[in-house]
């Protein structure tokens, strides 16, 4: 029996973190969506432990961040070995950023912390039910999902997010290849107890003759190891395997890590084979791939998981504008942004696995004598911190950027830093006059900042307070006209962006006011730029999009923003 459930703007397939994250991103921005997710129920072990730090920001702008912080262990330096001897140290304390370290969290957890936020947004992951068949036509996809109770329904959506891994049903539906190799390497994880001689806020990367082997902390005296195996086991149902034992787990730590690591017990344990692929392109049609249904790849970095859900916010608020009626060719603009991120990560993964297992030749040189002097050098250490915590992600030659020189800050396509500001206006009034950019912007919409100079701050106080604009004895005419110029630009942007923009006025903390550097805020001027008036639109993931002075960059702003983001004459059809 096929029925009619509740139609969702957009179907998302796949409730991993990925799938979740997509999911969490569209909800707060109001779209009608679903999940689903073939398995009846999470999954009680995961391969993937690392949240890095630009990922953590973005969970910390979605108000999710603090459940994450409670339940994981922090990892502030890592460390590589060649043979026993510590070739490579990497601190990540310096990173300019709330979370200087690697955050190690089940993905279970994960999933569960995504799972409950959703349901605040009354998204319920629907799981037992299986994509059977999908059909994309002009104006939406029509689709056949199985429930976990058997029946068949029929549903209709305007877009699909194929989020459902690296045996991806939507991929072999569109016949999509999936390029790249299967890797004649098998990886084994353990979550062990042991008693080791570092401290557990450290994680560890030992290469050899041997093989590769890594220990990372959870806490509380518990690590999850993880080692490549020689020999490459035979392709196999999942869950039909073999499973490491205790004892093969000591022969990895034995021959491979040269040091006291006693272990006493393992809770689990599991092999994967390592394939490294990718698709083509991230977007067919009203089709969008993401996490493993795009990309598999080597576990060296901790970046899988953490490209997926960036991956997911990257999209969602663009499938958001574009149902509010944005043009189509925004979504266009997933491909050009993530594919290159992709390909990079690959490569990147690919090589470091490369690299620790070396056990002659050029790559092993580069290990153990090459590599260690580049680390040593300044420059080249913080490139990989900031590589490492994906904090140097980009889009600066996204076409949604428009960029501007000022003195100093961030460039249009970059990274939006968190500063200390002082808030003069905004849509909640001045209150809290004190802030941080991270607590100020809302992932569901843009944030248009105006930055200002202290006789424009202090004539908006005077207003605030309700004095005219013309009767206020405190401001100089050009502080008063410097407010009327900035209104109008506000005010101008809000019309290109209705209902999609916020606009916060910002000043520096009054010297004696500002509190030393806090948890990677900096102040205004520091993380921003001494350029005033000035302007930062950040998108909803929390990239700058633009930037420029108000008074000569207001046509090339609007133009912009027509451009890309405002809403033509009749919104994107959704299928009812």
Known sequence: MTEAFSQPSVLI????????????????????????????????????????????????????????????????????????QRRARLDFDPLFTRYPYLLFIDQTETERILTAQLATFGVQVERGVQLIEFVQGSAGVSADVRRADGRTEALRCAYLIAADGAHSTVRHRLNMKFDGETLAQSFLLADISAIT??????????????????????????????????????????????????????????????????????????????????????????????????????????????????????????????LGGAPDRLLDTYHAERYPIERIVLQQTS?????????????????????????????????????????????????????????????????????QVRVVDGPLGKAPEKGRIFDLHDPASFSLFLLVDDDVAREMDALAEGASLSASPSASPNAKNGVEALRRFAEAVERVLPRAVRVWWLADLPEGEAPPVDGGAAS?????????????????????????????????????????????????????
């Open 13 to 84: 397939v796949g409730a991993g973190p990925t799938g979740l994250a997509a999911a969490l991103s569209l909800a707060r921005a109001r779209i009608p969506v679903r999940v689903i997710d073939r398995a009846h129920e999470p999954g009680r072990y995961s391969r993937a432990i690392g949240i890095q730090a630009r990922t953590l920001e973005l969970f910390e702008q979605h108000r999710i961040v603090e459940p994450f912080l409670e339940r994981g262990h922090r990892a502030h330096v890592a460390n590589l070995y060649s043979n026993g």
């Open 197 to 322: 001689p570092w401290s557990d806020d450290e994680f560890h990367i030992f290469a050899s003759g041997d093989g590769l082997a890594a220990i990372l902390p959870y806490g509380h005296g518990r690590y999850r190891l993880i080692a490549d195996h020689k020999a490459m086991l035979p392709a196999a149902p999942e869950g039909a395997m073999p499973v490491p034992t205790l004892e093969e787990c000591r022969a990895v730590v034995q021959h491979r890590v040269h040091h006291p690591v006693s272990i006493s017990d393992m809770s689990w344990a599991s092999y994967f084979h390592v394939n490294s692929r990718m698709v083509r392109h991230l977007r067919m049609e009203r089709v969008f791939f993401a996490g493993d249904a795009a990309h598999v790849h080597s576990p060296a970095g901790a970046q899988g998981m953490n490209t997926g859900i960036q991956e997911a916010f990257n999209l969602g608020w663009k499938l958001a504008r574009a």
């Open 351 to 419: 090589f470091m696995t490369q690299l620790v297992e070396a056990d002659h030749g050029p790559l092993k040189l580069l290990r153990e004598r090459v590599m260690p002097a580049l680390v040593a050098l300044g420059p080249l250490r913080d490139a990989a911190r900031q590589a490492v915590s994906e904090l140097s992600i980009q889009y600066r030659r996204s076409p949604l950027t428009l960029e501007r020189v000022l003195d100093g800050g961030p460039r249009a396509g970059e990274r939006a830093p968190d500063a």
């Open 524 to 576: 205004l001027g520091d993380a921003y730029g001494r350029t005033r008036p000035a302007f930062y639109l950040v998108r909803p993931d929390g990239y700058l999009c633009a930037r420029g002075r108000p008074h000569s960059d207001l046509n090339g702003l609007l133009r912009h923003c027509e451009t890309w983001f405002s809403p033509s004459a009749s919104p994107h059809p959704v299928a009812e």
